[in-house]
DNA sequence: CATACGATCTAATATTCGTTGGAATGATTG
DNA sequence: CAATCATTCCAACGAATATTAGATCGTATG
């Protein structure tokens, strides 16, 4: 009997790709990378790590087939070889946040930020967006917005956000998404948008979360 | 700005999870446990390795609260923390498929075994089974069966299936399915039904398998 | 062609992980 | 209570991994 050394092979192969996602810098990367595709500077700054860093922990992700690189000019830009990479992203962090208490413990402070209100649900944020009742601004680069972005959202990056105050209309509540639950941007730009005296709420989700629950996105490639 | 520190922090957690699924050891228990509790020895048996060894595993599954013992007596019994470790499993099985081609390889090599026909699709075979069209029958030992099966299965455990061929209703085609593709009971069972001259096919889906794709089962707990 | 720049490769080190053997613990049985 | 069995803890070794620095490669630009 045989069986045992496939048996083996099998499980070594998938073994592979959980290798891939038992670092959290590699993990921060796909999340990035389900946003659109970087380079490897941009990760690393990203990231918080040196380039060769992110080179070696590129290559990791590329032997999984996880991302696939793409060289343009004196760049090469990553990205995630397809949406299945960001659904696991997704449910990884689900299961993560269902049994780790240290992690729900984490997010609480990390939401327990000045000027926040209750996080809506997912159609009914998209009804209210479409009517105009809520107006929905995606925080994050103007690029990733290129690349997905929610319906009726429209772009404003954290960065400019308090130049262009002007353009969100007064009166309306005003809910601000970036790149998920791990991602501070939307939090930062409620806090300013309250100090502002505009009411305004955080969306956890980003695209990934919103597509892997099966909702539309706009400009989705 | 701190949120790099605390950035660092919620990634960390999840690779927790990603730390406990980069074994091959350890998928096959959580593979092994999605069928139904185990003890320790249980598991280093159908996984071939030292009971030790298995003891050091499952610790490192518990910590990342994917799985949890109970005593029984001298035994612990583990098992999987619930059903969404499961679907994990599935996904990245899933995903390991998809893209890995070693892992396409090992698989061929493992279904081009003799007597075997093309593997059917779930709601058809659910239909056939109902109107008893086909026989399917579950190979994995009985205590598994009985945690969990599909709808309109009958337990032969590939142990005893040689003795229990009378059982069989004569003339219909015959579906046996185990623990799932990575699984090598319904294989085998298949073979030996082939050789007494029985129509027979294997179904790759285990109870995991047939869970996550939204599909109804028997007798689940 | 020389230079600059982004990215990768190689080598080296520190750390972690898988694995094994021996001792300790918890629970049952006589 | 002694003996036994299943499991876990502890210590130790070798293998694999993360990280850093220096050298190298590919591409664009002067």
């Known amino acids: 009997m045989n069986g045992r050394k496939l048996k083996n092979l099998l499980y070594e192969q998938v073994a592979r790709i959980g290798k891939a996602v038992s670092s959290p810098k590699r993990l921060e990367f796909i999340e990035v990378l389900s946003q659109g595709e970087k380079s490897v500077e941009q990760l690393a700054v990203a990231t918080d790590i040196s380039v060769k860093l992110a080179s070696a922990h590129l290559k990791g992700l590329k032997a999984a087939r996880l991302v696939e690189g793409r060289r343009e000019g004196k760049n090469v830009y990553y990205r995630v070889v397809d949406a299945q990479v960001a659904e696991m992203w997704v449910m990884l962090r689900a299961l993560a946040e269902g049994r780790l208490l240290e992690l ?79 991602c501070l941007m939307a939090i930062e730009a409620v806090g300013l948008l309250a100090k502002k005296g505009i009411k305004a709420a955080r969306l956890e989700d980003g695209v990934a979360e919103w597509r892997a629950r099966g909702l539309p996105l706009a400009n989705d490639r």
């Open 104 to 182: 729900q413990a984490a997010m609480k402070e990390m939401v327990s930020h000045p000027g926040e209100l209750a996080p809506m649900g997912g159609k009914e944020l998209l009804a209210q967006a479409k009517r105009g009742d809520v107006i929905v601004i995606d925080v994050r680069p103007e690029i990733e917005y290129q690349t997905a972005h929610l319906p009726h959202a429209r772009s404003i990056p954290l960065a400019e956000l308090k130049a262009r105050l002007g353009e969100i209309p007064k009166g309306k509540p005003v809910v601000a998404y970036c790149r998920g639950p791990f």
